[in-house]
């Protein structure tokens, strides 16, 4: 038994969190990207279209109904589970892709992390089409001006994803990192 790692997986997932259970474990994946997108989200989240059970049950079985194979389509449809476009509060505001953008990315992210404890009856997903979860951090390290990660538009967010791309290409990764996509930028730089 690696008792660190031990640790740290049920830190993460929570002692509740019945590691042998596949679909309890892809559950908190959701869950816990779900809390990421909330440091946003929060502020608006009486204004959603849909309730947090609402929105993370549509995640978990759009997921597998993909065959845990990321798609920016899929981040397209999720937007719609927060609104039609955007949500303003007073002069405030966050656009449903940019919501749905920190979900789906950060959901993936969980599912690599503990594709272990998820992916028993079959092989590992290929995660080389996923994208790297845009926040704060990622778009200053990517120098790009004037965005914020929960106002993002479809075409902002290509924008990044397009640069990150770029800068991942111009390194050498190790194994692992190359068959992440653009993910392995978020495990290098966060």
């Not at 031990?6 to 816990?32: H, I, M, R, W, Y």
């Not at 065959?67 to 449809?77: A, E, G, P, T």
């Not at 092989?123 to 790297?132: E, I």
Request: glycine share 4%; hydrophobic share 40%.
């Amino acid at each position: 038994m690696d008792w660190k790692r031990n640790f740290l997986e049920s830190s993460l997932l929570g002692q509740s969190t019945n590691k042998n259970n596949p679909n309890e474990v892809q559950a908190k994946c959701v869950d816990l990207a779900y809390k990421d997108m909330m440091t946003a989200g929060r502020y608006y989240s009486a204004l959603f279209l849909h309730t947090r059970e609402e929105i993370c049950c549509a995640i978990n079985e759009a997921i597998k109904q993909c065959d845990y194979v990321f798609s920016r389509d899929l981040i397209q449809k999720t937007s719609l589970l927060f609104c039609k476009d955007i949500i303003e509060s007073g002069n405030k505001y966050v656009t449903g892709y940019g919501l749905a953008q920190k979900l789906i990315n950060m959901t993936f992210k969980y599912l690599y992390v503990f594709s272990d404890f998820i992916v028993i009856e079959h092989s590992v997903p290929d995660f080389s089409l996923c994208d790297c979860p845009l926040d704060s951090i990622i778009i200053e390290k990517v120098l790009i001006k004037d965005c914020v990660w929960s106002k993002l538009t479809e075409q902002q967010y290509l924008e990044c994803q397009a640069k990150i791309t770029e800068l991942l290409n111009a390194n050498s990764l190790d194994l692992e990192l190359s068959k992440l996509g653009n993910l392995a930028y978020d495990f290098i730089n966060w």
